[in-house]
């Protein structure tokens, strides 16, 4: 079955949505906005937010093996800063609302380690990239296919 292609059914509305990204981009800084979108992106099983942010990560300088790793961060703690670590584990949380809500621990971890201006964009870009990948997953937004050479 064919889905709507929100973008095109209300283009005033998903322009705006669109246009928090870059702003948080520049308050959380490139990598740490790559990996929030990359990691909410794993949790919701978006394919196309996924392939996407990963070929933005990578264009911009972030390592293979930190973005497979991602995916099993808690795993791999010395490929990842204590404050990437508290921004994910908030990011988790977050995303995963239903479950538990957000900790004071998680909460606490991420305000050792930014600011009140960060924190708020970590908060915000969270909750951007959850709405973006329930668009992405409830229209089937696909990734291109792309043949290595």
């Known amino acids: 079955?064919?889905?709507?292609?929100?973008?095109?059914?209300?283009?005033?509305?998903y322009g705006k949505i669109l246009e928090a990204g870059p702003e948080l981009q520049k308050v959380l800084g490139d990598t740490l906005s790559e990996l929030v979108k990359l990691r909410v992106s794993y949790?919701?099983?978006?394919?196309?937010?996924?392939?996407?942010?990963?070929?933005?990560?990578?264009?911009?300088?972030?390592s293979q093996q930190r973005l497979f790793l991602l995916a099993v961060w808690h795993e791999a703690?010395?490929?990842?800063?204590?404050?990437?670590?508290?921004?994910?584990?908030?990011?988790d949380q977050i995303t995963r609302l239903g479950e538990h809500g957000v900790s004071d621990e998680a909460y606490a971890a991420v305000a050792e380690h930014y600011s009140e201006r960060e924190t708020a964009a970590l908060?915000?870009?969270?909750a951007?990239?959850?709405?973006?990948?329930?668009?992405g997953v409830t229209t089937h937004l696909?990734?291109?296919?792309?043949?290595s050479s």
């Open 1 to 13: 079955m064919k889905r709507v292609t929100v973008r095109d059914q209300i283009p005033e509305i």
């Open 43 to 62: 949790l919701n099983g978006c394919a196309f937010c996924v392939d996407k942010h990963t070929q933005d990560a990578l264009s911009q300088g972030e």
């Open 77 to 91: 703690p010395a490929h990842f800063t204590d404050a990437e670590r508290a921004a994910l584990e908030l990011v």
């Open 123 to 126: 908060i915000l870009a969270a």
């Open 128 to 135: 951007h990239m959850n709405l973006l990948n329930r668009v």
């Open 142 to 147: 696909h990734p291109p296919v792309r043949r």
